[in-house]
């Protein structure tokens, strides 16, 4: 069931996208050569805590860390660890922060030092195809209007959606009705409606789509070992105009 939000309930859920929003911009500047990933996953946690707030994920279907650092071929879900990250790495830093009982959720790729201008391409794009998703989330459109605006600016660039994960609905739940997908055809789906949440996060890949998930039961990769981006924020749509970007620091013009 798609549950509607209060204003006062939008409200909580804007300072918990706030905290994460401040976390991954402290953890982004932490990101260079040499660095591990686990040191990563110290810093995020120090920084929601530090802002009277409780990481989302630690714990969360028993995932062991606050943060998920993702590097290069992994699409999703990595597990911080002993790893270092070396120049020319991408890295996608996935965050979530829980305030008076409310969930906020966003998600960025970091380039390590300077990259192949072809990846920096991939990274590019999909964090255009999240703002092409996100202008779509207004009072009369379909869900779908949002997945395909993502599918097109996707595969218009060369690369490939990730089928196996989607977006999702927020609130006191981490995942909540409706699942929002990055692919398919417009026009479906609910209608969008005023006082929902959701957490649109593309995931794009270089080469194909396809994608697995290893031993450890939360890292999943690119099938064909290709470089894979993920981008993420928590948006309200509003009674009229354009949503309301919850997990940003400045306002982002859509």
């Known amino acids: 069931m798609i549950i509607l939000k209060t204003p006062a309930e939008i409200a909580v859920m804007a300072e918990a996208s706030r905290v994460v929003a401040e976390a991954l911009e402290v953890v982004r500047k932490a990101v260079c050569p040499g660095i591990s990933t686990e040191e990563l996953d110290r810093i995020a946690e120090e920084a929601i805590r530090a802002r009277g707030a409780v990481p989302a994920f630690k714990g969360y279907r028993n995932y062991p860390k606050t943060l998920c650092t993702s590097v290069n071929e992994q699409v999703v879900h990595g597990i911080p660890s002993k790893r270092k990250?070396?120049?020319?790495?991408?890295?996608?830093?996935?965050?979530g922060a829980i305030v008076g009982g409310f969930y906020g959720d966003s998600a960025v790729t970091v380039a390590v030092g300077r990259i192949?201008?072809?990846?920096?391409?991939?990274?590019?794009?999909?964090?255009?195809?999240?703002?092409?998703?996100?202008?779509?989330?207004?009072?009369?459109?379909?869900?779908?209007?949002?997945?395909?605006?993502?599918?097109?600016?996707?595969?218009?660039?060369?690369?490939?959606?990730?089928?196996?994960?989607?977006?999702?609905g927020i609130g006191r739940q981490l995942h909540e009705e409706?699942?929002?997908?990055?692919?398919?055809?417009?026009?479906?789906?609910?209608?969008?409606?005023?006082?929902m949440v959701l957490a649109i996060e593309p995931m794009v890949n270089m080469g194909r789509s396809a994608v697995r998930v290893l031993e450890d039961r939360w890292t999943a990769v690119t099938v064909d070992g290709s470089l894979s981006t993920h981008f993420e924020h928590t948006i309200a749509i509003q009674p009229s105009g354009a949503p309301r970007i919850l997990s940003q620091l400045e306002k982002t013009e859509i």
């Open 85 to 95: 990250l070396k120049e020319g790495d991408i890295i996608g830093l996935d965050l």
């Open 116 to 168: 192949a201008e072809e990846t920096a391409k991939l990274v590019q794009v999909t964090e255009e195809a999240l703002y092409r998703g996100i202008k779509q989330a207004v009072v009369g459109n379909r869900l779908t209007d949002i997945s395909n605006a993502v599918q097109q600016h996707v595969e218009s660039a060369g690369f490939s959606v990730v089928t196996e994960f989607v977006g999702h």
């Open 178 to 195: 409706p699942q929002v997908p990055n692919y398919g055809k417009p026009g479906q789906g609910p209608r969008l409606q005023p006082g």
